[in-house]
């Protein structure tokens, strides 16, 4: 068999592959949204979020207003073009009119939101600063901690969550994921002044909730106790509770549904918690006791 004939043997394999999934043969004017658009999207957004910090533009030249304005037009124009085809692709029905209405009117809430999202993200920079005694200012912070990035693109991708847009939300988390490290899936719902210092590690699934001005540490965990039942158990709130003023310490995990950590509690690392904490509680874990042989 010579080249031409291995490519033309591979590829009917690979069309049969193609059918057997059933997922990858798209009806004329139904496809996915654009991953590389959505993370374009999310760059336009952090440079609206913080003006001369990412991009092009010099803040000195130009009017803040006229700057948050251009922006805002042009990420109104993308999102509703991605929410559109992301509501089409996720459809059973051919009415292109419709999604499009329903893309503008999310677009439309999603940017009544922004101003509220950015304060979010301000107040997570300044609890950056005032947990991290490492950090430098807020422009430092802003400019390169990956917990701020992450947390960012979650604030942003959570409103989107909430609106039932099929697709984006977990595109933009994943992104963040796979820059950062940090695992923040876009339904999980968590509060002002989020602190997390390292991050690399950290999970937080969909239906955990956590309180205001809450510090994690890298390698935590926030997980079910079992997906054994996969698809089953969607909607079911399989992830924990922390509530507000709590600190978690690096490499533990908590894990349940019904698991509330109390406010004000600490949690030190290393530590394994499948049922609640009362408030105001310090937990630790016993160390392991170390076995020292001469040679």
Same mark, same amino acid.
């Given at each position: 068999?010579? =080249?031409?004939?291995?490519?033309?043997?591979?590829?009917?394999?690979?069309?049969? /592959?193609?059918?057997?999934?059933?997922?990858?043969? /798209?009806?004329?004017?139904?496809?996915?949204?654009?991953?590389?658009?959505? %993370?374009?999207?999310?760059?336009?957004?952090?440079?609206?979020?913080?003006?001369?910090?990412? &991009?092009?533009? /010099?803040?000195?030249?130009?009017?803040?207003?006229?700057?948050? &304005?251009?922006?805002?037009?042009?990420?109104?124009?993308?999102?509703?073009?991605?929410?559109?085809?992301?509501? @089409?692709?996720?459809?059973?029905?051919?009415?292109?009119?419709?999604?499009?209405?329903?893309?503008?009117?999310?677009?439309?809430?999603?940017?009544?939101? !922004?101003?509220? %999202?950015?304060?979010?993200?301000?107040?997570?920079?300044?609890?950056?600063? *005032?947990?991290?005694?490492?950090?430098?200012?807020? *422009?430092?912070?802003?400019?390169?901690?990956?917990?701020?990035?992450?947390?960012?693109?979650?604030?942003?991708? +959570?409103?989107?969550?909430?609106?039932?847009?099929?697709?984006?939300?977990?595109?933009?988390?994943? +992104?963040? @994921?796979?820059?950062?490290?940090?695992?923040? /899936?876009?339904?999980?719902?968590?509060? *002002?002044?989020?602190?997390?210092? +390292?991050? =690399? &590690?950290?999970?937080?699934?969909?239906?955990? !909730? !956590?309180?205001? @001005?809450?510090?994690?540490?890298?390698?935590?965990?926030?997980?079910?106790?079992?997906?054994?039942?996969?698809?089953?158990?969607?909607?079911?709130?399989? +992830?924990?509770?922390?509530?507000?003023?709590?600190?978690?310490?690096?490499?533990?995990?908590?894990?349940?549904? *019904?698991?509330?950590?109390?406010?004000?509690?600490?949690?030190?690392?290393?530590?394994?918690? =499948?049922?609640?904490?009362?408030?105001?509680?310090?937990?630790?874990?016993?160390?392991?006791?170390?076995?020292?042989?001469?040679?």
């Amino acid at each position: 068999m010579n =080249t031409k004939e291995r490519i033309v043997a591979a590829a009917e394999k690979l069309q049969l /592959n193609y059918r057997e999934q059933g997922i990858y043969e /798209n009806e004329i004017g139904r496809r996915p949204p654009q991953r590389s658009e959505i %993370i374009k999207l999310l760059d336009e957004i952090r440079e609206l979020f913080f003006p001369g910090y990412f &991009g092009n533009e /010099n803040t000195a030249y130009v009017s803040l207003n006229s700057f948050a &304005g251009t922006k805002l037009a042009v990420i109104c124009e993308r999102l509703t073009r991605q929410i559109s085809i992301a509501l @089409h692709y996720a459809s059973k029905d051919d009415d292109f009119a419709t999604r499009e209405q329903q893309a503008s009117e999310i677009t439309a809430r999603f940017i009544d939101a !922004i101003p509220c %999202i950015q304060n979010l993200v301000f107040k997570d920079v300044e609890a950056e600063l *005032e947990g991290d005694p490492a950090a430098a200012s807020k *422009e430092e912070i802003i400019l390169s901690y990956p917990g701020v990035y992450a947390i960012f693109v979650y604030r942003v991708a +959570h409103v989107l969550y909430r609106e039932k847009v099929p697709l984006i939300p977990r595109i933009m988390t994943e +992104h963040a @994921h796979s820059r950062t490290g940090i695992d923040i /899936n876009p339904g999980a719902t968590i509060g *002002e002044s989020f602190f997390i210092d +390292h991050g =690399t &590690g950290i999970v937080i699934g969909e239906t955990t !909730i !956590i309180g205001d @001005h809450v510090k994690l540490y890298q390698g935590v965990t926030l997980g079910a106790l079992s997906t054994r039942k996969g698809q089953a158990l969607s909607g079911i709130k399989r +992830h924990p509770t922390i509530e507000d003023n709590v600190v978690i310490y690096s490499n533990t995990s908590i894990l349940g549904g *019904e698991t509330v950590v109390g406010r004000n509690s600490v949690v030190a690392g290393n530590t394994f918690v =499948t049922e609640s904490i009362p408030e105001n509680t310090k937990v630790t874990a016993y160390m392991p006791k170390l076995q020292l042989k001469q040679k």
